[in-house]
Nanobody
Framework: QVQLVESGGGLVQAGGSLRLSCAASGRAFSSYTMGWFRQAPGKEREFVAAISWNSASTYYADSVKGRFTVSRDNAKNTVHLQMNSLKPEDTAVYYC????????????????WGQGTQVTVSS
């Protein structure tokens, strides 16, 4: 298990950018698939992006493809989500999550979760 803490959320105008960070504690981080999820009010938590343990593979939801970029630094136990061209519909609480599984994983396979960081995009 790893402990995860997100940061970097905030209020931004449509078209702007934010960079979310997730700091992990625990030696298992470097072997984990790491994902970003989001949950808007009244909606289910949804997948945003994920990155394999060695950064060789990345996965994105269609709604963010071309605008968001996920990256990680195993030496610093961090994972980032660069969000560009933000839209009001990107407003949500963003969660970092980790899994010992491989590949594109369902949300149920993520067993370590951060507390979330709020992203609000104004129109």
């Amino acid at each position: 298990q790893v402990q995860l803490v997100e940061s970097g959320g905030g209020l931004v105008q449509a078209g702007g950018s934010l960079r979310l960070s997730c700091a992990a504690s625990g030696r298992a981080f470097s072997s984990y698939t790491m994902g970003w999820f989001r949950q808007a009010p009244g909606k289910e938590r949804e997948f945003v992006a994920a990155i394999s343990w060695n950064s060789a593979s990345t996965y994105y939801a269609d709604s963010v493809k071309g605008r968001f970029t996920v990256s990680r630094d195993n030496a610093k136990n961090t994972v980032h989500l660069q969000m560009n061209s933000l839209k009001p519909e990107d407003t949500a609480v963003y969660y970092c999550a980790g899994s010992s599984g491989l590949g594109y994983l369902p949300i149920a396979d993520y067993h370590s979760w951060g507390q979330g960081t709020q992203v609000t995009v104004s129109s």
